[in-house]
């Protein structure tokens, strides 16, 4: 058998051979990087948690007057005294600390700089430039959801902002 002599414009060296070699790892590395990157930004909500809608519970479950801290939701649930619900985000709208609410003062009071507002989210005291922001209710069946991925942001309290079972 007689081998047929490789032109020598085909020979491949060996230096030639590791640059396409590493290239083709490198290139491969930084697409799993780029899709890892890529997947580490997409949102990640599952249900029940802040960013997606929230089921709360039950309308009896929460009764007049009362405002209860949903702590996965970030937000207060407020039920005023004629029946209706606001779902107010707990960042207080001044620098964005974290207001509780002050059952013994009837009123939400931010520990950072003591601004302080009612029962609707309304500011009492400032510095706070404006009222707490609030979350679209749903209520069907009985049942509150809370969308917390859609805060709206807000100028004055209006009664129109209070959802009714």
Known sequence: MSQTPIPESENVSRRDFLKVIWAGLGGAALLEVGGVFLAYLQPRLAEGEFGSIISV?????????????????????????????????????????????????????????????????????????RPLDIFPITIENGQISVDTGRPVTRQHSDPSQVVYA
């Open 57 to 129: 519970g039950a309308v009896d479950d929460f009764p007049p007057g009362s405002v209860t801290h949903i702590t996965n939701g970030r937000f207060h649930l407020a039920r005023l005294p004629d029946g209706g619900f606001l779902a107010l985000y707990h960042r207080c709208t001044h620098l964005g600390c974290t207001v509780p609410w002050d059952q013994a003062e009837g009123r939400f009071v931010c520990p950072c700089h003591n601004s302080q507002f009612e029962v609707d989210g309304e500011v009492l005291n400032p510095p706070a430039p």
